[in-house]
């Protein structure tokens, strides 16, 4: 075997490592996404149940109770901690609904934009929550109007609240 030929098998099993290198990195990263789809999951887990939790106490739950009844009979103080809650509920929509693309996993995001629809309907079918969405959009506080009509519909949204 001469050099000119070792040298062109060497070539051919270096050409050979690169390519099976790179189908080693694209492995690797593959893994490395669905890692990440894992932990993003469980974050959005961990925020709902956090909301769940702080529903339990009695506090919130004695001012959810009077605030889904109507928003404009709560007093000043219960006001600002009900708007604070709902725009915290707001925002986890949002993100939910934005990210489904990246987070459903083997669902589908339509399967996941779906139940953030269902959550979001449940939780705007209370004339005291349609009420404080009126008075935050009013002074300009929701910042996706558009996107919340999107998800939850303007049908639910309009609804008189009382």
């Keep these: 075997m001469s050099i000119v030929e070792i040298g062109a098998l060497a070539q051919l099993v270096g050409a050979i490592a690169i390519l ?17 789809d894992i932990a993003n999951t469980l974050q959005r887990s961990i925020e709902r149940e956090k909301l769940n939790f702080a529903r339990m106490e009695e506090g919130l739950a004695k001012l959810l109770v009077k605030a889904y009844r109507s928003y404009n009979e709560l007093k000043d103080f219960e006001k600002i901690q009900f708007e604070a809650y709902m725009r915290q ?8 609904y934005r990210t489904a693309d ?61």
């Design 20 to 36: 099976l290198s790179l189908v080693f990195v694209v492995i690797e990263l593959r893994k490395n996404f669905r890692q990440n």
């Design 89 to 96: 509920q707001v925002a986890v929509l949002i993100r939910a």
């Design 102 to 162: 990246e987070t459903a996993f083997k669902l589908g995001p339509d399967k996941l934009r779906s139940r953030v629809k269902v959550g979001a309907s449940d939780f705007f079918s209370n004339p005291g929550v349609r009420e404080c969405y009126q008075a935050l959009k009013e002074r300009d506080l929701i910042d996706s109007h558009e996107l919340l009509l999107t998800i939850v519909g303007e049908d639910v949204l309009s609804k008189p609240a009382a």
